[in-house]
């Protein structure tokens, strides 16, 4: 039993020379390994360059980058005088502002505002900000007009009181008006329409509570003469603020029953208000030709739109938004954690984060307070 057990043994841990060989170099390799481990454990690095003042050099110029956002903000300026210095404190894309002044130096000019359009880099949703605070005197244009026979020479801005239903296209452009909404106050005004009161301009497409406070000074509806006076014995047409009607309201409108007050209301509530009376035509199933009957029966108070802080709202509050997708969200929030805050509205369109045409969308609806 003992021979039978021996044999056992000397068979099971009997080597060749090769596993012999074999087994002594693994016992070797181990063995670096781990002299190797507590040796490189005990050695200190040092480095040879100092980057602690590269560190801090870096955050004093995030701090400075951060602290000139802030400081950017929208004001009056004429494209074809502004220093680099204003610009610099305009809060537009730097690449736009440094293709106008190479525009410039290149010999361009600004004749009008809608020039400004064909800089390198503008888009529809950057311009429709910045339309209405570009300011071309006529001194300028009528310079500009010597080389270009038959340039239209604007009238020089007065910004005196005006008559919503006499004042031509200069005169409303010289007040303050963009070019929309001063072309489709004289199309109201071509199709029969007139004012009666101050308050009328604001039945106008374009023109929103905010613009209509800060022009309102100026307005100066004359007496009509007695051939467009109103009749008295016809009822004037009702108006409806959308931000604040409720369904009682929305009735009294032609074409519009339980079901579209309804989703209207319903509408409102997700986007956070209406900013422009088109936004009805997003309403599920609301006819356009609905839409067209009861449009001038309609006023916009966009002060009552709510904002949303892409700052601090959460994906649930951004997703049930109807024009924030999926895609835009995540990009957001994942954009708000490895970077920061946002320090301005404009930063979804220069990353990346959402397209042009959403951004136009979603601008009114965001702040980033």
């Given at each position: ?47 040879s ?29 004429n ?36 020039d400004v359009?064909?800089?390198y880099?503008?888009?529809?949703s ?32 007065t ?17 303050g ?87 209207i ?48 709202a ?19 929030l ?36």
């Amino acid at each position: 039993m003992k021979n039978t057990f021996r044999q056992i043994f000397k068979g099971y841990f009997n080597f060749s020379k090769q596993d012999r060989s074999a087994v002594v170099a693994l016992s070797v390799i181990i063995f670096l390994f781990l002299a190797g481990n507590i040796i490189v454990g005990k050695i200190e690095l040092n480095p040879s360059s100092d980057f602690s003042a590269i560190i801090k050099a870096f955050e004093e110029w995030e701090k400075q980058t951060e602290s000139e956002n802030e400081s950017r903000t929208l004001f009056h300026f004429n494209p074809n005088t502004i220093t680099e210095e204003a610009l610099d404190s305009f809060n537009m894309p730097a690449f736009i502002k440094r293709n106008m002044l190479s525009y410039r130096s290149a010999g361009g000019k600004f004749n009008k505002t809608e020039d400004v359009r064909r800089i390198y880099g503008m888009n529809d949703s950057i311009f429709s900000l910045i339309e209405s605070y570009i300011r071309i005197p006529a001194a300028a244009i009528a310079n500009n007009s010597e080389d270009e026979p038959g340039l239209k020479v604007a009238a020089k801005p007065t910004f005196q009181v005006f008559d919503p239903n006499t004042a031509n296209k200069d005169e409303l452009l010289n007040t303050g008006f963009n070019q929309f909404q001063a072309s489709n106050l004289i199309k109201y005004r071509e199709s029969g329409g007139s004012f009666s009161q101050p308050e009328d301009l604001l039945i106008i497409y374009g023109i929103d509570s905010v613009f209509y406070n800060s022009i309102k000074s100026f307005i100066n509806v004359a007496e009509l003469p007695e051939e467009v006076k109103v009749d008295k014995t016809v009822s004037i047409p009702i108006r409806i603020e959308l931000n604040s009607a409720d369904s009682l309201d929305l009735l009294q409108l032609n074409g519009i029953g339980p079901v579209y007050a309804s989703r209207i209301l319903k509408y409102r509530s997700l986007l956070g208000g209406f900013y422009g009376k088109h936004q009805l035509l997003e309403v599920y199933g609301f006819p356009e030709e609905t839409y067209h009957a009861i449009n001038e029966n309609l006023t916009i108070d966009s002060l009552r739109v709510e904002k949303l802080r892409i700052n601090f709202a959460g994906y649930a509050e951004l997703i049930r938004h109807p024009y924030f997708e999926k895609r835009n969200v995540e990009a957001i929030l994942n954009f708000r954690q490895n970077n920061g805050p946002f320090s301005s509205h404009e930063q979804l369109l220069t990353e990346g984060l959402i397209d042009t045409a959403s951004f136009a969308l979603i601008r009114p609806y965001i702040t980033c307070r």
